[in-house]
């Protein structure tokens, strides 16, 4: 018999999967905020941010269901990364810096 995963092992899992740059968007998205905003915190384009998007639904098994299902997706991982946020966004910062 297996034993469920842990919110910790889907996270790691979730690291190998996606790109750093895809994490830090879909990092970004479980707080809400919208792909505008993302281009601004992360100085990138829009553009860039909706192509992160479209690869975080693939990967994440969402086609079919779009955005709004990786919105969901982002705002349910939220509460789990909410601690490590701005580790995960600027990991050269760092908690000690």
Do not use: C, W
């Amino acid at each position: 018999m297996s034993t469920p995963k842990s919110p910790d092992t889907n996270i790691a899992r979730l690291l190998l999967l996606l790109t750093p740059a895809e994490f830090r968007v879909l990092t970004l998205l479980s707080q809400g905020m919208p792909s505008r905003e993302i281009a601004d915190r992360l100085a990138t384009t829009i553009h860039t941010v909706r192509r992160h998007r479209e690869h975080l639904v693939a990967k994440l098994g969402l086609k079919g269901r779009g955005q709004d299902a990786l919105l969901l997706y982002a705002l349910t991982l939220g509460s789990t990364l909410l601690p490590y946020v701005d580790d995960l966004i600027d990991p050269k910062k760092g908690r000690n810096a």
